[in-house]
């Protein structure tokens, strides 16, 4: 051992042991705060989980709790937005199909005035014009329910 530490270290046990007891009362003080945080550890045990339980219901109030209802409140807005597309889709589709039925319902007319020999959009028998309006009743009717907003 270094000769300097050796005699730092006699020193110190010197002073240590020349220094004077300590004061009865600072003995006696040390010694009832001792006893106090001895009879009191379940006090503060109970504290420091009480200050947990209050900080996750804090937490839970202040953080969790909005960002769930922020995040209903976005897929409910995605829902309607999806809703909203499939409904205009379909709306057009339907138009699409309506127009369609309109065009050939139009085109057997005109086919049947031809072949009776007279004008484009003539007055066909009831008999003819009856078929002709149930078919395209029939072919409108497929159409509302094949892009019915009720079905999808």
Not at 46 to 52: D, R, Y
Not at 70 to 97: F, G, H, I, P, W
Request: net charge positive; charged share 25%.
């Amino acid at each position: 051992m270094d000769p300097r530490t050796a005699r730092m270290l006699a020193e110190h046990e010197q002073a240590a042991a020349s220094a004077p007891p300590p004061p009865n009362g600072v003995v006696r003080l040390t010694k009832e705060i001792d006893a106090w945080v001895r009879g009191h550890r379940l006090l503060a045990i109970c504290a420091a989980i009480a200050t947990l339980i209050i900080l996750f219901f804090v937490y839970y109030q202040l953080v969790a709790l909005p960002a769930q209802q922020r995040e209903r409140v976005e897929r409910e807005v995605r829902a309607v937005e999806r809703y909203k597309t499939m409904n205009a889709a379909r709306q057009v589709s339907l138009d699409t199909c309506l127009s369609t039925v309109k065009t050939e319902a139009d085109t057997r007319w005109n086919n049947q005035c031809r072949v009776r020999r007279r004008g484009a959009t003539c007055s066909l028998p009831d008999r003819v014009a009856d078929r002709l309006g149930r078919e395209e009743s029939q072919a409108r009717n497929a159409c509302l329910t094949q892009f019915s907003i009720a079905t999808q």
